[in-house]
């Protein structure tokens, strides 16, 4: 298996000015595993993350127009993510988190473990 890196240059341009960024991550031993999760509308659904994950990327469906929360546990406030872009998370701290779909639909997925 080869090795993933990940790194961010800025200068990004913000309202206030620029700011630089120049982080890298190197993942020896990139996973590679893809999960697709169908998360029932109003509710909280726990996904666990696979041994050996880094990185999680969070694709919601293009056309999904519920909001999406990302949690620790179900009784966290959590964090909005975006309702159709990719979302990355940091994993290596935890064995699970939690996403809440506010909103009737059921949303389908789909989580990239690196």
Excluded: H, R
Aim: hydrophobic residues 40%.
């Amino acid at each position: 298996m080869g090795s993933l890196q990940l790194q961010s240059v800025g200068p990004l341009t913000i309202p206030t000015g620029t700011i630089t960024i120049n982080e890298i991550w190197s993942i020896a031993a990139p996973l590679g595993e893809v999960t697709i999760v169908s998360c029932t509308g109003n509710t909280n659904t726990t996904i666990t993350v696979p041994t050996g994950a880094t990185f999680v990327l969070i694709e919601p469906p293009s056309a999904n127009g519920e909001a999406l929360t990302f949690k620790g546990v179900s009784g966290d406030t959590g964090v909005p993510i975006d309702k159709t872009a990719t979302t990355p998370f940091l994993v290596t701290q935890c064995s699970s988190f939690v996403i809440a779909v506010t909103g009737a639909s059921a949303v389908v997925i789909t989580f990239t473990w690196i």
